[in-house]
Antibody, heavy 123, light 113 residues
Framework: EVQLVESGGGLVQPGRSLRLSCTAS????????MTWVRQAPGKGLEWVGL??????????EYAASVKGRFTISRDDSNSIAYLQMNGLKTEDTAVYYC??????????????WGQGTLVTVSS | DIVMTQSPDSLTVSLGERATINCKSS????????????LGWYQQKPGQPPKLLIY???TRESGVPDRFSGSGSGTDFTLTISSLQAEDVAVYYC?????????FGQGTKLEIK
């Protein structure tokens, strides 16, 4: 059974850093693009970024709203993806979801999602 | 960036009736080399993560009831629920994975009349 479990969320002051983890099981995480999506309270889904597989250079892409502040990395030996968040702003307050990007026919679509972890940025 | 616009923002439908949600992308998400639309639909119930319903615009994910169907190509897409059930109350999102940054529609809230 495919499972994704996020951890590392919590309350953090503006300007500080936080690192989220996404632990995968039930599949070979190295075969998937690991993606982060967030959802501010009462709002819609916002794509944060992804890291492709090593076969695709483990390259990363980010939304403009987080580029330069957030970094996604992966440790396939332990089936974990990370979201390093620096310079946090109050508008980064959201539930952060990890999702598996499955590559089929040239595209990465998101098929499995974790339950999410809440990040609250407040003084 | 590709902007995804859904309509309507909210929808009220009677049990057993058809529900239709539209999604328009600001540019085509059809990949010409394989003729696939890089468009998915998700269902999100309160307190839960999104659940994949449809990918490639019209391919139903395994385990999704056949009352859910997707259609459209290029820039215009539709999610149809043929006979609304009580458990279908949720927010529905379209999502393009054609170009990064990947983007979502703003969501359509579906309720029972």
């Amino acid at each position: 059974e495919v499972q994704l479990v996020e951890s590392g969320g919590g309350l953090v002051q503006p300007g500080r850093s936080l690192r989220l983890s996404c632990t995968a099981s039930g599949f070979t995480s190295g075969d998937a693009a690991m993606t982060w999506v967030r959802q501010a309270p009462g709002k819609g889904l916002e794509w944060v970024g992804l890291i492709r597989t090593k076969a695709f250079g483990a390259t990363t892409e980010y939304a403009a709203s987080v580029k330069g502040r957030f970094t996604i990395s992966r440790d396939d030996s332990n089936s974990i993806a990370y979201l390093q968040m620096n310079g946090l702003k109050t508008e980064d307050t959201a539930v952060y979801y990890c999702s598996r990007g499955r590559r089929v026919s040239g595209g990465w679509y998101l098929d499995y999602w974790g339950q999410g972890t809440l990040v609250t940025v407040s003084s | 960036d590709i902007v995804m616009t859904q309509s309507p923002d909210s929808l009220t439908v009677s049990l057993g009736e058809r529900a239709t949600i539209n999604c328009k992308s600001s540019q085509s998400v059809l990949f010409s080399s394989n003729n696939k639309n890089f468009l998915g639909w998700y269902q999100q119930k309160p307190g839960q993560p999104p659940k994949l319903l449809i990918y490639w615009a019209s391919t139903r994910e395994s385990g999704v009831p056949d009352r859910f169907s997707g259609s459209g190509s290029g820039t215009d897409f539709t999610l149809t629920i043929s006979s609304l059930q009580a458990e279908d109350v949720a927010v529905y999102y379209c999502h393009q994975y054609y170009n990064t940054p990947y983007t979502f529609g703003q969501g359509t809230k579906l309720e029972i009349k």
